[in-house]
Nanobody, 117 residues
Framework: QVRLVESGGGLVQPGGSLRLSCAAS????????LSWYRQAPGKERELVAS???????NYGDSVKGRFTIARDNAKNTMYLEMNRLKPEDTAVYYC???????????WGQGTQVSVSP
């Protein structure tokens, strides 16, 4: 089973930037779709961005043009570059591997992103 660990969260001022990482272990991420989700207090978990095994990307409307998802299969790691952050981006960010075959879906434990003056 692939294990995912997020890092890079923190407190940042509006307009600032953060880069999240999602490191995988226990298996290669190469053939899987990877995603970032977020959940703010009192809200449903929502898709932020996803990246397919061939590199195709998809973004939630609220982050288009500000966030960039990327993957480095050699490092078994996925990234989320977040720019022009807004207070409404405050949430716990989770990475997810969409499983297939003998692999089930995997989620990381989450990393807190707080955007505040």
């Amino acid at each position: 089973q692939v294990r995912l660990v997020e890092s890079g969260g923190g407190l940042v001022q509006p307009g600032g930037s953060l880069r999240l990482s999602c490191a995988a272990s226990g298996g290669s991420i190469r053939i899987f779709t990877l995603s970032w989700y977020r959940q703010a207090p009192g809200k449903e978990r929502e898709l932020v961005a996803s990246i397919g095994s061939a590199g195709s990307t998809n973004y939630g409307d609220s982050v288009k043009g500000r966030f960039t998802i990327a993957r480095d299969n050699a490092k078994n790691t996925m990234y989320l570059e977040m720019n022009r952050l807004k207070p409404e981006d405050t949430a716990v960010y989770y990475c997810k591997l969409t499983g297939g075959g003998m692999y089930s879906d995997s989620w990381g434990q989450g990393t807190q992103v707080s955007v505040s003056p």
